[in-house]
């Protein structure tokens, strides 16, 4: 597995100290979250919307519908830029100044590529449902050819990504700290899963699935 | 309060059924969020990153290092565009392509100005403290005049905005949910707040203060 090897724009010049160069740490990041932020260039103005996506290997595979704005620009090679974070706490520094986030945050750079190989795009199709919903591919009817065909799908490599993580108590002045005024610390913020709603369309007869009904435990 | 009118590029195409037009949605978006994601244009590549804001009336508040590229290219009158996105729960459909998610997502874009008068800027970072940390202001040192100075203040006017929500069960196939042949449904996912961590430098004699251990109550 190579290091994160940082071009010109995915070199991460303020925090320093946060910047991580540990592949394994990019396919963490992306792997914990469950949505991410998908920006493009649209009349030399920027778009930022959420989406789903997938990842495998050094590939993050994007979806949307054929008709969507955002997916016409990503697959006509334009350049996109993917950002995953994920917040883990709030802190609280001594300080207004040193308030800050413990956060996980990938962000990638590069052009994407339309999936038209029918087999290829199958494959990336299950892995952006997986992703999202761990277990759906197998357990739910698979897509029509008309559901197939209305569905592009976009691969970006991960060859240009960085990541930047923050932990830990406040990094507070030393003045502040031996002054020893106030309270600080970090109040963690973390994700939770609730009951499953089903749907009320169902009759009754079909149990949460063990894929759905486990997930609070995966995380 | 004016309903959001929508420009070209805010006009949203997709899932037209999503679109919400009350300011007051927007709002309540912003106000739910913790982090937003600022889209920026870099020599002509889009460029996400993760960061804090701050909301009061129609004046979104962004800040960050002086020294920071990404609030550079901001505060030099270039169009930027914000994303806060609420993920509120996986929708299972019965088909794969039924697969979704739920979530209040708002858009904003524009140009952002950056706030120099002593007094507005100070303001500003009060909103913006109050907003990822309530009750710091007030609790926490105030800024010196060098930490003051070594602070960017930029604001975005809502001006330009768009609300996207989704909620509720699936909407599958008439034909899949007739068959009735699997569970679907929603796993709803919220944030949750763990027992504050408390600063390894503190003596021990504070106890955490009501705007921090409360804060689980506030959602």
Redesign the interface.
Known sequence: MTPLSPTT?STI??GKNRAVLDRAELYAVLDAG??C??????????????T?YGREGDTLYLH??T???SLRVAAGGA?????V?L?D??V??????H?S?N?R?A?I?GRAETITDPEAKLHG?RVL?EH??PG??D??????PK?FAA?ALLTLDLGEAAVKIRSG??V?DDA??AA????????????????????????G?????PH?AG?ATLG
């Open positions: 724009r010049n303020r469950l949505i932020h998908l920006a493009f260039v649209v009349d030399g103005a920027p778009v930022v919307i959420p789903g949307g519908s008709g969507a704005g350049q996109i830029c993917v950002n974070t917040l706490g709030i609280y520094g001594r300080s207004v100044f308030n986030a956060y945050s962000v750079h199709l449902t999202l919903a759906s591919w357990y739910a009817r698979a897509p029509s559901e569905t108590p406040p507070d502040d700290v020893d005024e106030r309270w600080a610390g970090v109040l963690p913020v973390s994700r939770a899963w609730a009951a499953p709603e089903s749907c009320p369309l169902l009759d007869r079909h149990a949460v699935p759905v997930r």
